[in-house]
């Protein structure tokens, strides 16, 4: 299916086509200052399934995996939108929340989980990881 998406402004738009390869929680330190003290919540998409209309703005670093992580986010609003990374380039992934609801995606795993407060409420049933999980796979050509 097709999947729409806007900031809270709606100066940026998305549509990202078919299904992603896995929608996961990511309770690491930098996400929760991206969340406001939550994990963030991404889907991850094949980067040719998106797009994106608007202009984002960019706030890169390096993680300690030493890949480069970069955060879409509209310039206007705050809104996180879209995240990168250099060591998964065929990928980006698209925060939960930009996406118009109704829609059927939630997560099935949460990485990180070693930082996450003693608070963190993770729903059971989801996949663990207590730090970076393996990457997905690009899927087969044809
Ligand atoms: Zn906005
Ligand atoms: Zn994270």
Not at 74 to 78: E, H, R, T
């Given at each position: 299916m097709a999947y729409t998406g806007r900031c809270a402004c709606e100066a940026v738009t998305l549509t990202a086509d078919g299904e992603p390869v896995a929608v996961r929680q990511c309770w690491c330190r930098r996400c929760q200052t991206a969340a406001a003290g939550s994990p963030t919540v991404n889907a991850i998409f094949p980067v040719d399934s998106i797009a994106i209309r608007g202009e984002l703005g960019w706030f890169s670093y390096r993680a300690d995996s030493g890949n480069e992580l970069s955060r879409g986010f509209?310039?206007?609003?705050?809104t996180q939108v879209i995240g990168r990374s250099s060591g998964n380039p065929h990928f980006r992934v698209i925060r939960l929340g930009v996406l118009d609801t109704p829609h059927d995606l939630a997560p099935t795993a949460a990485i990180w989980t070693e930082e996450a407060p003693a608070w963190a409420a993770i729903p059971p049933g989801l996949d663990r990881f207590p730090r970076q999980p393996p990457p997905p796979r690009p899927a087969p050509a044809g």
């Open positions: 509209c310039p206007a609003c705050g």
